[in-house]
Structures are given as structure tokens and as C-alpha cells.
């Protein structure tokens, strides 16, 4: 029996769906336990491509129960589409396969209008990046004791008056404040009671089915999504998402004590990458960068905006080390490194002349920080056929030797391709 924690290292799109997928086939239940619709977990299996945004990455495996945490913020529109899209294709989720947590906080279509009309009101460069997907907004009116639980969902009295104050208030935002126009409360009351009769039977109390698998000696796997970059608390705030990314959100967002993990997996790519605004030191605008980006297919899964791309940021994966508490790394795209005649990784920033081996607080010294580089040579062979750790090119064994010793933590899983069968398992963490 074991409960594993799964999340990514760097500022997200790190690989953690086809991880998740993986692991996937040692567990039991599968968590996912904060973020909203904002994320897209994409796996090939069979050829075939598919992209998640609120169903854990893990539902592909018929015989797994898979649950939707307290911390994550759902869009029901989003998940019913989730649903159909996967009865389509000869995949249904019954109720007995996903249970979604009764203190899960709905999306609504105003949170929507608002995260639109915020960001459009900043100026160039002030811009966050978002979206759009509503899920800042939606985390707010959590946080003021505004927000709209799916629980409150089944009780059409109590959801009614909840939503014609919710709606009061932000229409006066929207059109007032930021020139948007208002919301109907009686068109989304009508949209969401079709949602509350669609979803009901899958609502439960997941931390309650969390404890008493665990209990009975089940293997759980919970699924994080964004990057430790990207937390509200420790990443480069404000250009963050608005949950705790870290494994410790795993408890908050599921409902399990802290003394129950067992260990912490995090996803880190063989460079590094990042959507829409914010800082990135190593970023490359250049034909490595366009190599990286090319080669990669580094488009966002959820917005399809172009990733951008640069070198391993090892001060990135010495935080992410140290905040979530790292037992191993999964290290993933190491084939798009292929053809590169030398590879750089950073080691440590400069700042005014002063070296620095943490990512600052202060977003203005953020901005101010030169990457400081280690050269390491690089391997032209294409890694696609590669099936054992052996197999790989010595140089690119080296390089994974040097990210172990500059995490301090060991890497487990080594990704070599998009394909389910392209991944080294080199430790299981279900033992």
C-alpha cells in the first residue's frame, strides 16, 4: 500500500499526464486534487491522442476509480464535454469510475466575464497570461465565502440564492467597473440545474473514500496540475495560477493528512518551458529555442499558445526540490534534446553581482536575473527505440546524472518519446 504524490517541477506542461498515465496502471484510485480547467494533460495511447482538463489523466484505465478534489474548481460544462467526448469514443465514465468531492467549487459564467474583462483592462506587460477559464475568479469568491459548491449544486433553493447574490454583485463589477456587460441569472440557473441532474450521481465525499482505501491497504496516486513555479505562494507571484501547486496541496485539495504520504514524484522536463506572461530566465529566442519549441511540439495543450522554451533551469529544480520535498524525478522529453551539439543548464543566477541560488520573492529582481551557465556536451542519436536505461547514448546518461546531482534527488522515470510504451521505469514508487 502506498499514496504517491505527483507534480510538476517547473512552470507547468512538464509531461505530468503521461507520468500520471503511467503510474496509473500500479494504483487503485487516482486523485486530482487542485486547479480547474486551465490544465491540459495530454496522452497518446494506441496512436490516439487524448487531452484532459478536469478528469484525472488516469480514467483511460477502465478498472480505476478516479476523483475529483475539494481543491479543484469545476466547470461543469467542461467536464460534461469531457464525458461526452469520451462516450464517443467508446470510453464511458460511469458513476462508479469518477466520483466528483460535494465541496468541489463550481466555475460559473461570470467568473468567466470577469477573468475576460481584468485582463483585458491591463496594460501591456502587466498582463497575466490567464486563460480566461474563469479560475481565478472562481478561487476568490472560495476564499471570501462567495463560492458555489457542487454540493450546493443538488440543493436547487439554496444554489438559487447563492446565485442571484453572486450575480448581483459581479454584474455591477462587470458593467461599472470594467464596461462589460452583465450575466442572466434565470438563463444560468436553467443551464445548471441540466448540469446538477447529469452530475448528481457522481457526486460523493472523496476524502472519506480516500481514508477507507487507504484503510484497506489500496494504492492512491494524486495528480497535480501546473508547476511549483505557478503556485500562488512560493512561484513568481503575481505571475501564478491561484492554487497551491506544491504536494502539499495534496492534502488540502483531497482531504488526507500530511502523515499519510507516502512519496512525491516530480515531472521535470529535460529543458524548461512556460505559457503566456512572467519572468523566465533561461528563455531562448533563438534557433535553439526554435529547435526546442519545433521539436517538442510545444504548443499549450488547454490554449494552444506557442510554449516558450529555454534551458533547464536547475535553481527552478532545486526549489521545486525543497518545497514539495522530492523523493525522485521523472525526467521527461529527453529525446527533443537529440541533434543539440552542446546543452546548457543553469546553476545559479546573477544579480547586480551577487549570486543567488533561490528564485527572489521580488518580482522586480526576478526580472533582473542573468542565468548562470554549466556547458555539458550533447548526442545527435534519436532516442525512439530506446527500451533500457543502457540503450541510451552515454552522454545522455551523463546528463541525467548531472541533473541527479544537481537536485540532490534521484530520477526514476526517464521519457524518451509521447508514446505510453516510450517511458523508462526505473523505479516504481508503488514499489
Request: charged share 25%; glycine share 12%.
Amino acid at each position: 500500500m502506498a499514496t504517491v504524490v505527483v507534480v510538476g517541477t517547473q512552470w507547468g506542461d512538464e509531461g505530468k499526464g503521461k507520468i500520471v498515465d503511467l503510474l496509473t496502471e500500479y494504483a487503485d484510485i487516482i486523485v486530482r486534487f487542485q486547479g480547474g480547467n486551465n490544465a491540459g494533460h495530454t496522452l497518446v495511447v494506441d496512436g490516439e491522442k487524448f487531452i484532459f482538463h478536469l478528469i484525472p489523466s488516469g480514467i483511460l484505465h477502465e478498472e480505476k476509480l478516479c476523483m475529483i478534489g475539494n481543491g479543484v474548481v469545476l466547470d461543469p460544462a467542461i467536464l460534461v464535454e469531457e464525458l461526452d467526448h469520451l462516450a464517443e469514443k467508446g470510453r464511458e465514465v460511469t458513476p462508479g469510475r469518477l466520483k466528483i468531492s460535494m465541496n468541489t467549487h463550481l466555475i460559473m459564467p461570470y467568473h468567466k466575464g470577469l477573468d475576460h474583462a481584468r485582463e483585458a483592462a491591463k496594460s501591456k506587460g502587466k498582463k497575466i497570461g490567464t486563460t480566461g477559464r474563469g479560475i481565478g475568479p472562481c478561487y476568490e469568491d472560495k476564499v471570501v465565502r462567495n463560492g458555489i459548491k457542487v454540493g450546493d449544486l443538488l440543493d436547487p433553493v439554496l444554489f438559487r440564492e447563492k446565485l442571484d447574490a453572486n450575480v448581483k454583485e459581479k454584474n455591477f463589477i462587470l458593467t461599472e467597473m470594467l464596461g462589460a456587460g452583465p450575466f442572466d441569472a434565470d438563463a444560468i440557473y436553467a443551464e445548471y440545474q441540466r448540469y446538477a441532474e447529469r452530475l448528481a450521481p457522481y457526486v460523493a465525499n472523496v476524502s472519506v473514500i480516500i481514508d477507507d482505501a487507504r484503510r484497506q491497504g489500496k494504492n492512491i496516486l494524486f495528480e497535480g496540475a501546473q508547476g511549483t513555479q505557478l503556485d500562488i505562494d512560493h512561484g513568481t507571484y503575481p505571475f501564478v495560477t491561484s492554487s497551491n501547486t506544491i504536494a502539499g496541496g495534496a492534502c488540502c485539495g483531497a482531504g488526507i493528512g500530511p502523515s499519510k504520504i507516502d512519496k512525491v514524484i516530480g515531472i521535470c522536463k529535460a529543458y524548461t518551458t512556460r505559457v503566456g506572461g512572467g519572468p523566465f530566465p533561461t528563455e531562448l529566442d533563438d534557433e535553439v529555442g526554435s529547435h526546442l519549441q519545433e521539436k517538442g511540439a510545444e504548443f499549450g495543450a488547454t490554449t494552444g499558445r506557442k510554449r516558450r522554451c529555454g534551458w533547464l533551469d536547475g535553481v527552478v529544480l532545486k526549489d521545486a526540490v525543497r518545497i514539495n520535498g522530492l523523493d525522485a524525478l521523472a525526467l521527461t522529453k529527453l529525446d527533443v534534446l537529440s541533434g543539440l551539439e552542446r546543452l546548457k543548464v543553469c546553476t545559479s543566477y546573477r544579480i547586480g553581482g551577487d549570486s543567488i541560488h533561490s528564485m527572489p520573492g521580488n518580482i522586480r529582481e526576478v526580472e533582473a536575473i542573468e542565468p548562470v551557465y554549466t556547458e555539458y556536451p550533447g548526442w545527435s542519436q534519436s532516442l525512439d527505440e530506446v527500451q533500457e536505461f543502457d540503450d541510451l547514448p552515454q552522454e545522455a546518461r551523463d546528463y541525467i546524472k548531472r541533473i541527479e546531482d544537481l537536485s540532490g534527488v534521484p530520477v526514476s522515470i526517464v521519457s524518451v518519446g509521447p508514446a505510453r510504451d516510450q517511458t523508462l521505469l526505473l523505479e516504481n514508487p508503488f514499489g
